[in-house]
Nanobody, 118 residues
Framework: VQLVESGGGLVQPGGSLRLSCAASGFTFSSYVLSWYRQAPGKERELVAYITGAGTNRVYADSVKGRFTISRDNGKNTVDLQMNNLKPDDTAVYYC????????????WGQGTQVTVSS
């Protein structure tokens, strides 16, 4: 099983980034895919998740209206479009997969750094 994130970087406040996670080694369409983030000195927190068929999306209050999660089951990818970025969005962003949203993440990616700074 492999989850590989990409797309992180340095961006100014108000800017945009698009993260992507490429998955392999499991039945992608059967899994809930999530984005989490962890800032220095803080706990890892859920940013958003999307169900297997893409019919349901859930966002943390802090990112609602700014971030959009999407998936392509034909390409085994899940993306996170991040707009109007704020310094508080600075963190390492992780992709995670699980069979159901009520259980713990079963597979994690290695993370990608997002830094929002002027």
């Amino acid at each position: 099983v492999q989850l590989v994130e990409s797309g992180g970087g340095l961006v100014q406040p108000g800017g945009s980034l698009r993260l992507s996670c490429a998955a392999s080694g499991f039945t992608f369409s059967s899994y809930v895919l999530s984005w989490y983030r962890q800032a220095p000195g803080k706990e890892r927190e859920l940013v958003a998740y999307i169900t297997g068929a893409g019919t349901n999306r859930v966002y943390a209050d802090s990112v609602k209206g700014r971030f959009t999660i999407s998936r392509d089951n034909g390409k085994n990818t899940v993306d996170l479009q991040m707009n109007n970025l704020k310094p508080d969005d600075t963190a390492v962003y992780y992709c995670g997969a699980r069979r159901h949203y009520l259980i713990d993440i079963q597979y994690w990616g290695q993370g990608t750094q997002v830094t929002v700074s002027s």
